[in-house]
């Protein structure tokens, strides 16, 4: 089963605690300080499209891209009755392609730890660099190298009244990736729990990994502070938060 074909219907409901509204006042602080004028905003892998709403909600003009079916059915339910809701496009990050360029971009919660192979991750800074104007900020965070090793062996679970998610995670230090094997478990209308059973992997890429892409797509200024802060990591983060013009 594909990565959140399952999961999506139930993922607001268990992945409450994101901090959603303090990302997106981060990030539009951020967008703030732009060097050109920010008023049209790409969110890249948009997930369920909770910060593409609340970035709409700000009054930017918004396109949201996702690789999932299933998220984006979400995403455009949630933006139902929003005066200027985003646009939704069905899209990898890798095939990344827009009408015309945005003043911005943005990508949150590790989605880009979802791409494993260098040729992804290169390929969809390219095209990001490609659909941004000149002087466009990419905001973007992933989960560290120390994160991923940490969750090595671990199992979390998730719950509401509706729904209970198991997940049981794995890291390979050869392929340097994170496994999650995710058990949810949904009530049925008459009573009985369904079972489904997806598979999630996330790259542990490193900095310097990050950053030499970035520069190859064609970004000339990288900067790397903690999650949701202006200050330098310490060793112990568990994401980094990227502000590349």
């Known amino acids: 089963m594909n990565a959140y074909g399952a999961l999506a219907a139930?993922?607001?409901?268990?992945?409450a605690d994101g901090a959603y509204r303090r990302r997106a006042a981060f990030l539009a602080r951020r967008l703030r300080k732009s060097p050109i004028p920010v008023e049209t905003v790409l969110d890249l892998a948009c997930g369920t499209g909770t910060i593409a709403c609340l970035l709409a909600k700000k009054g930017y003009a918004v396109t949201a891209a996702d690789g999932s079916e299933e998220m984006l059915a979400q995403a455009a339910a949630k933006a139902e009755g929003l005066d200027r809701p985003p646009l939704f496009l069905h899209q990898a990050m890798p095939r990344l392609r827009l009408a015309r360029p945005a003043d911005a971009a943005v990508s949150t919660l590790d989605s880009l730890n979802y791409l494993t192979s260098e040729r992804d991750l290169r390929e969809t800074f390219r095209r990001v660099r490609r659909w941004l104007k000149p002087g466009g900020l990419f905001l973007f965070d992933v989960n560290t190298p120390y994160k991923l090793r940490r969750m090595d062996g671990q199992l979390y679970m998730d719950e509401t009244e509706e729904s209970v998610c198991v997940w049981r995670t794995f890291f390979s230090e050869k392929k340097q990736v994170c496994t999650?094997?995710?058990d949810l478990f949904r009530l049925r209308s008459d009573g009985a729990w369904e079972r489904s059973f997806e598979e999630h992997r996330e790259r542990a890429w490193s900095e310097r990994e990050l950053r030499e892409c970035l520069g190859a797509?064609?970004?000339a200024s990288v900067r790397l502070t903690g999650d949701l802060t202006d200050k330098p990591p310490g060793p112990d983060e568990d994401r980094w938060q990227f502000e590349c013009k």
């Not at 139930?10 to 992945?15: N, R, T, V």
Request: negative net charge; aromatic residues 24%.
């Open 180 to 182: 999650y094997q995710v």
């Open 217 to 219: 797509a064609g970004f």
């Open 10 to 15: 139930s993922y607001d409901g268990l992945m």
